[in-house]
């Protein structure tokens, strides 16, 4: 409420500025531009992944990290007693993140398709994948499902960038992707 009365009895409804209308016009377009970029930088830009998601049990998604390791497992990660899991080419991977590791170990072909499944046996993790720039968050009870094409091999670390607790900066991964 105004102190004194407004000159004009009807102030709110006087023609609006042009120079306001071009404003609004040029944020209405710049806004459209925007929100129609992000569909179409998802699928041009070759950077954001589709994936997808389902809600779970931390039981059963650890059922069936380790049922596929007990199926694939084809060696030990050094002396470290971490299963080397090669999925079949095509088919389904599984990495689980818990304080304070990510397991197993994958082993995938290069210029093969997986679908790379993540999930969390206790709190949020941040599943990033080195030296490419990939980031995931890794949450408990929901399991993402990422397409993925590994193109070139080599030796590829996991890191956690998900403050997660004490052991936060230890928890590494590794995925190996073979000719
Ligand atoms: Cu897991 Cu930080």
Not at 52 to 59: F, L, M, N, R, V
Not at 74 to 87: A, K
Not at 111 to 121: D, I, P
């Amino acid at each position: 409420m105004a102190i004194t009365p407004p000159d004009e009895r009807v102030w709110w409804n006087e023609p609006v500025e042009k120079t306001e209308v071009l404003w609004v016009t040029i944020a209405l377009i710049w806004a459209l531009v925007m929100f129609f970029m992000m569909p179409y930088w998802h699928f041009a830009g070759e950077q954001n992944l589709s994936n997808e998601a389902y809600k779970g049990t931390i039981d059963a998604y650890v059922e069936k990290v380790e049922a596929a390791a007990e199926k694939y497992t084809v060696r030990e990660e050094g002396s470290t007693g971490i299963p080397v899991v090669r999925p079949p080419v095509g088919g389904d991977a599984y990495m689980i993140g818990r304080q304070f590791e990510w397991w197993p170990v994958l082993e995938l072909k290069a210029g093969e398709t997986y679908r790379l499944h993540l999930s969390s046996a206790d709190v949020m993790h941040g599943w990033s994948l080195l030296p490419e720039n990939i980031n995931i968050q890794v949450h408990p009870e929901y399991e993402m499902i990422i397409k993925i094409t590994p193109t070139k091999a080599g030796t590829y670390g996991v890191l956690c960038n998900e403050y997660c607790g004490l052991g936060h900066h230890v928890m590494t991964g590794r995925i190996y992707v073979t000719e």
